[in-house]
C-alpha cells in the first residue's frame, strides 16, 4: 500500500477517534460476542487504523450509519449471509470450510441483533 | 454444472461419489453456489466471467490418508486436482485454480498445530492454520515466537511460504522450512530431509538430509499436495528501533546503500529499503503537500525522466530529500541501541547525511506484527475489486534502482496511463527477503470498469516483459501472468521450464496436480 491508500487513511484516521468515542459512548453489549464474529470479522470490523472492513464501511457511509457492523441496528439476517457468501468490494467471499452454513446462522443473528 | 476438460459427466459423476466416500458427504462441494465460492475474488478479470479460471467441484479432506484417497480417485478419472491451502492468496490468485475446470482440494479442514517446540524454535503445521490461528495458538500456550504474517492474517503459513511469500519478521518465509510432507501424484507419502529417515526425532533439526535437497521443487510447483510442514521460528524480540538516512546530494546515494547492506550482511539489521523521497512524491504529500509535487509529475512524464541535476535541484526547492536508506535493528533492548549508535557512527562518515531514529517498538507492551487483515490499504482506496502485484527483483544499488524505475515509467508512459504513472511512476525498493536482492510491489487496482481492467492486464504483461528483457522477473505471480511471467526465465532455449516439465512428467503421467501452475503445464496440455 502507498500513496492513495496512505492519502485517504491519514484522512480518515480522525474520523476514526469518533468512531471510538461512539463505541465509547455506547451502553455495554448485553451479550457474549459471537464467535465466529470473532474469529472471522473482528480483524477487520473492529475500531483500527488496519480495519479494512472499518475503513471501507466509513467511507460509504459516511458518518450516515455506523462504520462498525457491531453498532449497526439496520442488518438483516439475509444481508448478512449475502454478504458474508458474496463479498462485498473488496471483502471475499467466506468458503463453507471457513464458516460453516450453522456458524453463518448465528453470525448474521448476531449482527441482526435477533 | 464446469466438467473437467475431457472428462465425461457419468465419470464425473462417479468420481464424486467416490470422493464423497472418501471424505465424507458433507465436504464435496457440487452445487454452484459452493462452487463459486472459490472463485478469484480478486480476479483482474472481473465483469468477464467467460474468462475467469473456474473450478468444477470442491472436496474438503482432514487427515493425510483422505488427501491420499483423492489423487489416487483422481488418477481414476483423469480429474484435474487444485489445492489450497486456506485460499487467502489475495491479489495472486485466492482460491481460484490456475486451469478450469480443477477440483479444488480445501486442506482449510486440516488445520493442527502439530507441535511448537520452545526450545528449538520450530513448529510443525499443517496447511490449513492461518496466521490468525497460529497467533491465537502461541497466546494461549505461551509460546514467545512471532508469527512471520503477511496481509491477510487469514492466509496459511503453509500456503504463503510454498508461494514464496515474505514477512517483515523472517524475510524469507521459505527459508524457515526445514521440512514438509508431501502426498505426490500417485498417492504416496515422502517427507523431505531428515523426514526420510523412519521415525527420525530429527526432522525438524536438519533441513538437507542426504542426497538432493527437495523441499524446493515444491514451492510455486505443482508436484505434490503438501500436508505438512516444519518451520523454525522467530522468537520474540525484547524491542525494535527503525532509522532512516537521507542526503540532498546524489553522490551520497551509494555509500548509504553500500553502508546499510553491509549492516544487513553482517546480520545487524532485519529489513531495509532504499528510495529517493523527491522522486516518489508525485503522489504522497511527505507531510509537506497535500497532493504531491506537481514539478514532480511533470518531470516523470517527460521522456528523459529528468537528469541528476534537476532532480537535486527539484529536491532542495521543495526540501525533499534526493536520496535514502532505512533499516531496522530487532533484539535485546541493550543490542539495539549499540546497532544504532554503530549505524549512526558509519553514517557519519559519509558527507550530507542526516541519520533520524524512529520509534522504538517495545514488544512487551505491544506486537507490531500481530496478523491483520488490511488488504494494503483497499478498505480506504477509491476501487472496489481487489487488486494484483507486478514484483519484480532487483540489486540494491542507485544504478539498479534508477534503470528499473526509468524501465517502467517508459512502459507506463507508453501506455498512455496516467493514473499508474502518477502513482507507481517511481517506487522505492525493499529488501525484504535477502540482503542482496530488493523488490518492487507495484499495485494494480481492479475495477467495475472491464475495459480500464483489459488495460491494466495489458500494462502487466507490458512491465513484465520490458523488465525481463532487463534481466529483472517477478518472485511470484498472480494466476492468470504465471506463464507470462515464467516465460521470462528463458536461458538456455528456457531449459528451467523444460527441466520442470520433464519432472513432471516422470511423477504425474496423467497430468492431474494443477495444471499450468507456475506456467509447468503436464504433457497433455501443453503448447508445444
Same mark, same amino acid.
Given at each position: 500500500?502507498?500513496?492513495?491508500?496512505?492519502?485517504?487513511?491519514?484522512?480518515?484516521?480522525?474520523?476514526?477517534?469518533?468512531?471510538? +468515542?461512539?463505541?465509547?459512548?455506547?451502553?455495554?453489549?448485553?451479550?457474549?460476542?459471537? !464467535?465466529?464474529?470473532?474469529?472471522?470479522?473482528?480483524?477487520?470490523?473492529?475500531?483500527?487504523?488496519?480495519?479494512?472492513?472499518?475503513?471501507?464501511?466509513?467511507?460509504?457511509?459516511?458518518?450516515?450509519?455506523?462504520?462498525?457492523?457491531?453498532?449497526?441496528?439496520?442488518?438483516?439476517?439475509?444481508?448478512?449471509?449475502?454478504?458474508?457468501?458474496?463479498?462485498?468490494?473488496?471483502?471475499?467471499?467466506?468458503?463453507?470450510?471457513?464458516?460453516?452454513?450453522?456458524?453463518?446462522?448465528?453470525?448474521?443473528?448476531?449482527?441482526?441483533?435477533? | 454444472?464446469?466438467?473437467?476438460?475431457?472428462?465425461?459427466?457419468?465419470?464425473?459423476?462417479?468420481?464424486?461419489?467416490?470422493?464423497?466416500?472418501?471424505?465424507?458427504?458433507?465436504?464435496?462441494?457440487?452445487?454452484?453456489?459452493?462452487?463459486?465460492?472459490?472463485?478469484? $475474488?480478486?480476479?483482474?478479470?472481473?465483469?468477464?466471467?467467460?474468462?475467469?479460471?473456474?473450478?468444477?467441484?470442491?472436496?474438503?479432506?482432514?487427515?493425510?490418508?483422505?488427501?491420499?484417497?483423492?489423487?489416487?480417485?483422481?488418477?481414476?478419472?483423469?480429474?484435474?486436482?487444485?489445492?489450497?491451502?486456506?485460499?487467502?492468496?489475495?491479489?495472486?490468485?485466492?482460491? $481460484? !485454480?490456475?486451469?478450469?475446470?480443477?477440483?479444488?482440494?480445501?486442506?482449510?479442514?486440516?488445520?493442527?498445530?502439530?507441535?511448537?517446540?520452545?526450545?528449538?524454535?520450530?513448529?510443525?503445521?499443517?496447511?490449513?492454520?492461518?496466521?490468525?490461528?497460529?497467533?491465537?495458538?502461541?497466546?494461549?500456550?505461551?509460546?514467545?515466537?512471532?508469527? +512471520?504474517?503477511?496481509?491477510?492474517?487469514?492466509?496459511?503459513?503453509?500456503?504463503?511460504?510454498?508461494?514464496?511469500?515474505?514477512? !517483515?519478521?523472517?524475510?524469507?518465509?521459505?527459508?524457515?522450512?526445514?521440512?514438509?510432507?508431501?502426498?505426490?501424484?500417485?498417492?504416496?507419502?515422502?517427507?523431505?530431509?531428515?523426514?526420510?529417515?523412519?521415525?527420525?526425532?530429527?526432522?525438524?533439526?536438519?533441513?538437507?538430509?542426504?542426497?538432493?535437497?527437495?523441499?524446493?521443487?515444491?514451492?510455486?510447483?505443482?508436484?505434490?499436495?503438501?500436508?505438512?510442514?516444519?518451520?523454525?521460528?522467530?522468537?520474540?524480540?525484547?524491542?525494535?528501533?527503525?532509522?532512516?538516512?537521507?542526503?540532498?546530494?546524489?553522490?551520497?546515494?551509494?555509500?548509504?546503500?553500500?553502508?546499510?547492506?553491509?549492516?544487513?550482511?553482517?546480520?545487524?539489521?532485519?529489513?531495509?529499503?532504499?528510495?529517493?523521497?523527491?522522486?516518489?512524491?508525485?503522489?504522497?504529500?511527505?507531510?509537506?503537500?497535500?497532493?504531491?509535487?506537481? +514539478?514532480?509529475?511533470?518531470?516523470?512524464?517527460?521522456?528523459?525522466?529528468?537528469?541528476?541535476?534537476?532532480?537535486?535541484?527539484?529536491?532542495?526547492?521543495?526540501?525533499?530529500?534526493?536520496?535514502?536508506?532505512?533499516?531496522?535493528?530487532?533484539?535485546?533492548?541493550?543490542?539495539?541501541?549499540?546497532?544504532?549508535?554503530?549505524?549512526?557512527?558509519?553514517?557519519?562518515?559519509?558527507?550530507?547525511?542526516?541519520?533520524?531514529?524512529?520509534?522504538?517498538?517495545?514488544?512487551?507492551?505491544?506486537?507490531?506484527?500481530? !496478523?491483520?487483515?488490511?488488504?494494503?490499504?483497499?478498505?480506504?482506496?477509491?476501487?472496489?475489486?481487489?487488486?494484483?502485484?507486478? $514484483?519484480?527483483?532487483?540489486?540494491?544499488?542507485?544504478?539498479?534502482?534508477?534503470?528499473?524505475?526509468?524501465?517502467?515509467?517508459?512502459?507506463?508512459?507508453?501506455?498512455?496511463?496516467?493514473?499508474?504513472?502518477?502513482?507507481?511512476?517511481?517506487? $522505492?525498493?525493499?529488501?525484504?527477503?535477502?540482503?542482496? +536482492?530488493?523488490?518492487?510491489?507495484?499495485?494494480?487496482?481492479?475495477?467495475?470498469?472491464?475495459?480500464?481492467?483489459?488495460?491494466?492486464?495489458?500494462?502487466?504483461?507490458?512491465?513484465?516483459?520490458?523488465?525481463?528483457?532487463?534481466?529483472?522477473?517477478?518472485?511470484?505471480?498472480?494466476?492468470?501472468?504465471?506463464?507470462?511471467?515464467?516465460?521470462?526465465?528463458?536461458?538456455?532455449?528456457?531449459?528451467?521450464?523444460?527441466?520442470?516439465?520433464?519432472?513432471?512428467?516422470?511423477?504425474?503421467?496423467?497430468?492431474?496436480?494443477?495444471?499450468?501452475?507456475?506456467?509447468?503445464?503436464?504433457?497433455?496440455?501443453?503448447?508445444?
Amino acid at each position: 500500500m502507498r500513496c492513495n491508500g496512505l492519502a485517504a487513511i491519514a484522512s480518515i484516521v480522525a474520523l476514526l477517534g469518533n468512531v471510538a +468515542a461512539s463505541a465509547q459512548q455506547s451502553p455495554a453489549a448485553p451479550r457474549a460476542v459471537d !464467535p465466529t464474529f470473532e474469529q472471522w470479522c473482528s480483524h477487520c470490523h473492529r475500531s483500527g487504523i488496519y480495519m479494512a472492513g472499518t475503513l471501507g464501511l466509513l467511507r460509504k457511509y459516511n458518518g450516515s450509519k455506523p462504520a462498525l457492523l457491531e453498532e449497526r441496528d439496520d442488518l438483516s439476517v439475509a444481508a448478512v449471509k449475502a454478504v458474508v457468501r458474496h463479498g462485498s468490494n473488496s471483502m471475499p467471499p467466506f468458503r463453507k470450510t471457513e464458516i460453516s452454513d450453522a456458524q453463518l446462522d448465528a453470525l448474521a443473528r448476531y449482527l441482526a441483533k435477533q | 454444472m464446469r466438467l473437467p476438460p475431457g472428462v465425461s459427466q457419468g465419470d464425473f459423476d462417479r468420481s464424486l461419489r467416490d470422493f464423497a466416500a472418501a471424505v465424507g458427504g458433507d465436504w464435496v462441494f457440487s452445487k454452484e453456489d459452493d462452487v463459486r465460492l472459490y472463485d478469484d $475474488s480478486y480476479t483482474p478479470f472481473f465483469g468477464e466471467p467467460d474468462k475467469q479460471y473456474q473450478a468444477s467441484a470442491a472436496v474438503a479432506p482432514i487427515t493425510v490418508e483422505q488427501v491420499q484417497q483423492i489423487v489416487r480417485i483422481a488418477n481414476r478419472y483423469n480429474i484435474p486436482l487444485y489445492a489450497i491451502s486456506t485460499g487467502r492468496n489475495l491479489g495472486y490468485g485466492g482460491s $481460484s !485454480p490456475t486451469y478450469s475446470g480443477c477440483l479444488i482440494v480445501d486442506l482449510k479442514r486440516m488445520n493442527r498445530v502439530l507441535e511448537v517446540n520452545d526450545r528449538e524454535a520450530y513448529m510443525i503445521v499443517e496447511p490449513g492454520v492461518s496466521f490468525i490461528d497460529l497467533q491465537r495458538y502461541f497466546d494461549d500456550h505461551n509460546h514467545a515466537f512471532l508469527v +512471520a504474517t503477511p496481509d491477510p492474517g487469514w492466509g496459511s503459513p503453509v500456503g504463503n511460504a510454498l508461494d514464496h511469500g515474505i514477512s !517483515p519478521v523472517a524475510g524469507d518465509n521459505f527459508g524457515m522450512v526445514a521440512g514438509l510432507e508431501v502426498v505426490l501424484p500417485n498417492g504416496e507419502v515422502l517427507r523431505t530431509g531428515m523426514g526420510g529417515v523412519s521415525m527420525s526425532h530429527m526432522w525438524a533439526n536438519y533441513p538437507y538430509g542426504f542426497g538432493p535437497v527437495l523441499h524446493g521443487l515444491f514451492s510455486q510447483s505443482n508436484l505434490g499436495i503438501v500436508t505438512k510442514m516444519v518451520f523454525w521460528l522467530v522468537r520474540k524480540p525484547e524491542m525494535e528501533q527503525g532509522f532512516s538516512v537521507t542526503s540532498y546530494r546524489s553522490e551520497a546515494w551509494q555509500p548509504m546503500i553500500d553502508a546499510a547492506q553491509q549492516m544487513r550482511q553482517s546480520g545487524l539489521l532485519y529489513v531495509t529499503g532504499i528510495g529517493s523521497p523527491i522522486r516518489e512524491s508525485m503522489s504522497t504529500n511527505d507531510g509537506r503537500q497535500p497532493y504531491g509535487v506537481p +514539478a514532480v509529475r511533470a518531470l516523470h512524464a517527460r521522456r528523459d525522466g529528468g537528469s541528476i541535476t534537476e532532480w537535486e535541484q527539484l529536491g532542495r526547492d521543495n526540501h525533499i530529500p534526493v536520496a535514502r536508506v532505512v533499516g531496522t535493528a530487532r533484539g535485546p533492548a541493550g543490542i539495539v541501541r549499540a546497532t544504532l549508535e554503530h549505524a549512526r557512527d558509519v553514517f557519519a562518515g559519509i558527507e550530507d547525511t542526516e541519520l533520524k531514529l524512529e520509534k522504538p517498538l517495545d514488544y512487551s507492551q505491544s506486537n507490531p506484527y500481530r !496478523p491483520r487483515i488490511e488488504f494494503g490499504g483497499l478498505g480506504a482506496q477509491e476501487t472496489s475489486r481487489g487488486h494484483f502485484y507486478f $514484483s519484480p527483483v532487483f540489486k540494491p544499488s542507485v544504478e539498479d534502482l534508477l534503470d528499473i524505475n526509468d524501465t517502467i515509467r517508459k512502459v507506463m508512459l507508453d501506455a498512455g496511463d496516467a493514473d499508474m504513472l502518477a502513482n507507481y511512476g517511481w517506487s $522505492s525498493g525493499w529488501s525484504v527477503t535477502y540482503p542482496k +536482492a530488493c523488490m518492487i510491489l507495484i499495485e494494480l487496482l481492479i475495477h467495475d470498469n472491464v475495459e480500464l481492467n483489459r488495460k491494466r492486464r495489458n500494462l502487466y504483461v507490458k512491465l513484465v516483459d520490458a523488465c525481463g528483457a532487463r534481466g529483472w522477473a517477478e518472485y511470484r505471480a498472480p494466476v492468470a501472468f504465471q506463464s507470462t511471467v515464467m516465460n521470462q526465465y528463458s536461458f538456455n532455449n528456457h531449459i528451467l521450464l523444460r527441466f520442470i516439465e520433464t519432472i513432471k512428467d516422470g511423477i504425474d503421467p496423467n497430468g492431474i496436480l494443477a495444471p499450468g501452475k507456475s506456467g509447468i503445464w503436464p504433457k497433455r496440455l501443453r503448447k508445444v
